[in-house]
């Protein structure tokens, strides 16, 4: 089993970005499965059925989310009857949505499981580790590969929970910082890993925002509006080779 997973699309430059790298793309790495972070789909901030709609038509199986998750009221019209739109898994009991999904092509299962880091992040969110011990729990014998899109701000708890799960999901990958890190690789047990997939949006902003913006923000203190910065785009993505026992065998970072 091939998974291509790009990582949060941002805005309408990387909507655009990942329709036109596609077709390449396809060609290239022939994935079985498409998944891709969508919680900065909508200008940046959330996701719409429009936004969504782009990502899905564009090939997308699976749609993560993230701290963006309920950015745009949207969603909580969408996330219920949409099963290959997925939120964080360790919100609370009752939370619109689903924190898994299982998406079926080619004979294959895939199980997409999203989870959220608290490390200068929500502090209010379920503990990821038990979250994921209860899904893993929950999905065995139910797909032919688990993969874990982990959105998490350090680097230290994202590596600590793919080392938690290694040898029981074939890949976690890091979403959030929208900075592609260069420690791709597979864990003892067979788990695939890298820190963070990147970013696919503008390649000229500051992980996304219009740097202008971004900078008053950093030099003045002063609260400013962020908005998609224009220009170049660019595709963040990692293809990971899945075994016939559902661990992995590779994974390679792709920046287009
Ligand atoms: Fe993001
Ligand atoms: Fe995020």
């Known amino acids: ?4 997973f790009i990582g949060d699309i941002f805005g309408q430059p990387g909507r655009d970005m990942l329709t036109a790298s596609m077709p390449s793309l396809r060609d290239r790495y022939r994935p079985d499965f498409i998944v891709a972070n969508g919680e ?4 940046g901030r959330g996701i719409t059925f429009a936004t969504a709609d782009d990502i899905f038509r564009a090939g997308v199986d699976v749609i993560t989310m993230g701290n963006h998750t309920w950015s745009r ?48 992040m929500d502090v209010l969110l379920d503990d990821p580790f038990q979250t994921a011990d209860r899904e893993l ?6 797909a032919d590969a688990i993969l874990i899109d ?13 080392m938690y799960t290694d040898g029981r999901a074939a890949a976690v990958i890091g979403t959030h910082t929208h900075v592609q890190t260069a420690d791709n690789r597979i864990l003892p047990k067979g788990t695939a890993f890298i820190s963070d997939v990147g970013m696919t949006g503008p390649a000229d902003g500051i992980i996304g925002v219009d740097a202008k913006i971004v900078l008053k923000k950093f030099t003045t203190s002063m609260p400013v509006q962020f908005e998609a910065a224009e220009g170049r785009a660019q595709l963040n993505a990692v293809v990971i080779t899945i075994r016939p026992d559902g661990l992995a065998e590779g994974i390679e970072r792709i920046v287009l």
Request: overall charge positive.
């Open 1 to 4: 089993m091939i998974i291509l």
């Open 40 to 43: 900065n789909a909508a200008a």
């Open 73 to 120: 009221k949207e969603i909580l019209n969408m996330i219920d009857a949409n099963s290959r739109l997925v939120r964080p898994a360790n919100y609370p009991r009752g939370v619109p949505g689903r924190g898994r999904t299982v998406v079926e092509k080619n004979g294959m299962r895939l199980c997409v499981i999203n989870l959220m880091g608290r490390v200068y």
């Open 137 to 142: 729990q929950a999905m065995k014998g139910q």
């Open 150 to 162: 982990f959105h998490a701000e350090a680097t230290s708890e994202k590596l600590a929970l793919a």
